[in-house]
């Protein structure tokens, strides 16, 4: 059986910004929910859960595009240098996801959608907010940007 890591609030890094760990806070609790109809789906195959599933991929699909379509605009407004590699990093993520949503709508491939959750994202999520997002909020921390 897959070993299965779920963050939590406790478990992610902080950043300086409350704003972003706010941000990040919600969508390990959307990433969290979603893992917990998996496991549920994977016990009892209620075809029931596969709709609220649905809903939940899309709903944290949407979170996340609005996530980093905030954090590429701070970027942008306090001049971040790395700006196009942090981007860059957003989009390959965004393109992933949409793909195996989309890839689980079609197929219902419980397998690849718990791999998904289970194993790639919460490894790329913590590496993001360590590297990425740990840099961007000190930089714009450092050049004034409020945190509130």
Request: no cysteine; aromatic share 10%; proline share 2%.
């Amino acid at each position: 059986m897959m070993t299965k890591t779920i963050l939590d609030k406790e478990s992610i890094p902080r950043v300086e910004l409350d704003v972003m760990n706010n941000t990040h806070f919600e969508e390990v609790e959307m990433v969290k929910a979603i893992g917990e109809i998996i496991t549920s789906y994977q016990e009892k195959e209620n075809k029931d859960q596969l709709s609220n599933l649905n809903q939940k991929l899309n709903a944290w699909l949407d979170h996340t595009k609005a996530h980093f379509a905030r954090e590429n605009e701070l970027m942008q407004e306090t001049g971040f240098p790395a700006y196009s590699i942090h981007l860059n990093e957003h989009e390959v993520a965004l393109k992933q996801m949409t793909s195996i949503i989309k890839a689980w709508q079609h197929s219902q491939d419980i397998d690849a959608i718990e791999d998904y959750i289970f194993n790639y994202w919460p490894a790329w999520f913590d590496e993001h907010v360590n590297t990425m997002d740990m840099i961007t909020a000190k930089f714009a921390v450092m050049n004034g940007y409020a945190n509130n």
